[in-house]
């Protein structure tokens, strides 16, 4: 694996020099809604990664239930109980596999748009609820190009199995939200290096000490898919966010620091 993603970031970095890709426009988003949006007072809207199609948005990429965003929704709504609600939002074209598309950022920029669109139209509509938005993978880089733009009631953001957020630190992401970050042990995103090279590879991991995002628990969960299975700390520590109950949401000497 860590061989393909060299070979991947240095033939993203040869193609880089080129043109970039075309900014193609947003697709009609697929949605999946739990719980009663009408009355939720917290919101999570979850932004999928790379290979996630309207054809794998129930099923699962390659039949797996856990890679589901309508799926992973589910578990979170229920997780986090009374009073919120999930949302998955799968509103562009992700990039296929780990080649040009995803170690570049121009779908994540285009995706952006549309993100803050979404978001705003939740929080237009709902003026007292407030919005966790959660990037999985490529998904965080989504997150990215979006923070400086969503609305303030969107009061947290999420990156989960992270391969980089096109930035060196939570200064660069210009949002006053609270960022957390979390990687699981044997998600191999852990493994890319933390380069951006003429336009290729996403940069320093979230995870970082050094980036500055609050370091989510997410010790147990099992691989890059298995953040959101029920009975994990991982799945515990989203839910904790998402309700604002925070007690035990975080790791190492930063535990129970955070204000509600």
Known sequence: MVWWILRALLVGTV??????????????????VVGDLAHAVRIAVLVPGSDTTPANFQRGLGGVERRSPAWQARQL?????????????????????????AIRSERAVSAADALVRYVGSLVSDRPHATVVVIGHSYGSVVIRYAAHRLPAAATDLVAIGSPGMDASSVADL????????????????????????????HGR???????????????????????????????????????????????GADAGVVAA
Do not use: K, M, Q
């Open 174 to 201: 210009g949002t006053a939200a609270r960022v957390w970050a979390g990687s699981a042990p044997a998600d191999w995103t852990r493994r890319i290096p933390p380069l951006r090279v003429l336009g290729a590879g």
């Open 77 to 101: 709504a229920a997780a986090a109980g009374p009073d919120t609600a999930a949302v998955a939002w799968l509103g562009y074209e992700t990039p296929h596999g780990i080649g040009r598309t």
């Open 15 to 32: 193609l880089a020099i080129g043109l970039p890709e075309p900014r193609a426009a947003a697709p009609d988003p697929v949605v999946a």
């Open 205 to 251: 991991h979230p995870t970082d000490a050094g980036f500055g995002a609050l370091p989510l628990d997410v010790h147990d969960a099992d691989g890059h898919d298995g953040y959101f299975v029920p009975g994990t700390a991982s799945l515990a520590s989203l839910a904790g966010v998402l309700s604002g109950v925070l007690s035990g949401v975080l790791v």
